[in-house]
């Protein structure tokens, strides 16, 4: 028997001074200074009753043993700011913004950050008076430079306590405190950090607007490089120390990259319609500097594999286990004819895509519209621990495949540089579990063994919609109706061998590329009918 109260609470206030004013003939001036006040209570209070004196009454009354539990989470944000936007005959513009925070989850002595930001457009097709130009009708140039602070989670600068839990097993369930008339409190496996600060992003962003040929090509380009420093990273620590967690500023990242959305209607005659629609989105995120004295921090960990923030290395590189090798990359091979094992975890792969895309076609002929959207994503490298393990206890596609395979020559070099010539079997019983190819790297398998291109195409969506002849409604309240069909996630080509390339054992977090016996997407279908009154 259980029951759960659920209080959450968000106050929002806001108070602004606004002028907004013409300057002439020529200029305007809309100015906003505000004051911004948030807070949030969330609170979470179950009673649990186990073993009950009479089966089939479920009251708490009737439980022999009751626990009890309380999440109280708590925080306030305060905030002033100002906006200062000035025109020039609606054709040039420029805008400054400042904001200062005061964050609740931030340190006293740390709990105040300013951002700024600036930025102008120009429309020069208004300008240079080309407004009905047939091939250039509106251009617009735009730039900007700013800051963007955030501040950290809850409860991450103090070493606190909480109510102390015994863990289960498979045949025993875990036991909450308080019970059987006993309280108690444990320390929190989160290492408090008591000179946390906001950390803060620097973009620099320039980019044009276009629309070509009256409207029939539209197209939004962005370049952006963006810095953040002081990033607030929940990085795994030792067990050993008596924590998990250990909340930290993490030097500096770069986000560099470019952003372009085109859309196009190559065909339009009559009732019938064809839009096409294309964004591409291109980045690198490398970190650039890490605080002193620290090589490395993990933000996931298994025996295998890590998630890592490594200076000069993508955000989240992947490093783990992986074979031995001479400064040419040749394949080291020992004198049994396997190849060695490097003795120190090395980097296995990159979790981030080279480029990621989308593209959307859209039919329209009378009330019928039919869309649908590709999404594509070229490389990520995954970690396919499903694979290893599968293979390990010998029911995976490589042990099924392999284990007739006698006599082969791993290409590489020993350790004195020759030419590798011994010859081993895969799976020859005879050489005992330490001789089968699957089974000598332990449980999870080489990392480098199940690092894959996790790039895919995928049709995200396929919709058909149809809107009823609005003359079939001139009388009474119903105005119109819209019926529809829609499907997503219906189709995937990919290289990866697991479930879904998509799906990530770190769910939605910066710890990406790790598939661990993960559930695949779902695919769904969508039936809709919409009344207009």
Do not use: C, M
């Amino acid at each position: 028997v259980e029951y759960r109260t659920i209080l959450s609470t968000d106050f929002n206030s806001d108070l602004l001074l606004i002028y907004d004013h013409q300057l002439g003939k020529d200029f305007d001036i809309n100015a906003t200074l505000g004051h911004n006040v948030f807070n949030s209570n969330y609170n979470t209070r179950s009673t649990n009753g186990l073993e009950l004196t009479k089966q089939g009454f479920f009251h708490i009354s009737n439980a022999i043993n009751i626990e009890s539990n309380e999440t109280i989470a708590r925080r306030r944000l305060y905030g002033v700011f100002g906006d200062v936007k000035l025109g020039w005959r609606r054709i040039a513009y420029l805008n400054f913004t400042g904001r200062n925070d005061w964050s609740s989850t931030l340190p006293r002595q740390n709990n105040s950050f300013f951002y700024p930001t600036v930025s102008a457009g120009l429309e020069f097709t208004e300008l240079l008076g080309i407004t009905d130009h047939p091939i250039l009708s509106y251009g617009k140039l735009r730039a900007s430079y700013g800051q963007v602070g955030n501040d950290a989670g809850l409860y991450l600068t103090e070493n606190y306590f909480q109510q102390a839990a015994v863990d289960g097993d498979n045949l025993l369930p875990a036991n909450d405190f308080p019970g059987f008339g006993t309280n108690a409190f444990e320390r929190s496996l989160v290492l408090g950090n008591a000179d946390l600060k906001a950390e803060t992003t620097t973009t620099f962003e320039v980019g044009t607007d276009l629309k070509l040929f009256k409207g029939r090509l539209n197209v939004d380009f962005t370049y952006y490089k963006a810095t953040t420093t002081d990033l607030i990273v929940e990085a795994q620590v030792s067990a050993a120390s008596g924590f998990t967690i250990a909340p930290v500023n993490a030097g500096e990242i770069l986000n560099e990259g470019i952003e372009t959305v085109v859309g196009l209607t190559p065909y339009k005659k009559g009732d019938f319609r064809w839009d096409l629609d294309l964004n591409f989105t291109k980045a690198k995120n490398i970190v650039t500097a890490l605080p002193d004295g620290i090589d490395q921090i993990p933000l996931a960990t298994f025996s295998a594999l890590s998630s890592l923030i490594v200076e000069g290395e993508p955000y989240g590189v992947l490093v783990g286990t992986a074979y031995k090798r001479n400064d040419a990359g040749q394949l080291i091979v020992g004198a049994d004819g396997w190849p060695l094992i490097n003795t120190e975890q090395i980097k296995v792969g990159d979790p981030n895509p080279d480029w990621i895309g989308g593209l959307r076609n859209t039919f329209t002929y009378k009330g019928w519209t039919l869309t649908g959207l590709l999404d594509v994503r070229k490389g990520g490298d995954i970690w396919n621990g499903t694979k290893g393990v599968l293979d390990y206890l010998g029911v995976g596609a490589e042990s099924g495949r392999d284990r007739e395979v006698t006599g082969y020559v791993y290409e590489g070099v020993t350790e004195s540089g020759e030419p590798n010539t011994v010859a081993v079997d895969f799976a020859n019983p005879a050489n005992g579990t330490g001789g089968i190819k699957w089974r000598r790297n332990g449980f999870l398998g080489l990392a480098e063994d199940n690092i894959e291109d996790g790039g895919w195409v995928r049709l995200r969506e396929l919709a058909l919609q149809y809107s009823l002849p609005k003359k079939w409604f001139t009388h009474g309240s119903l105005q119109g109706v819209n019926v529809g069909v829609s499907g997503r996630n219906l189709w995937l080509k990919t290289a990866y061998t697991g479930v879904d390339p998509e799906t990530n054992l770190r769910g939605d977090s910066n710890d990406t590329g790790w598939d661990y016996f993960n559930l695949p997407n779902t695919r769904s279908f969508t039936f809709s009918l919409n009344l207009k009154f």
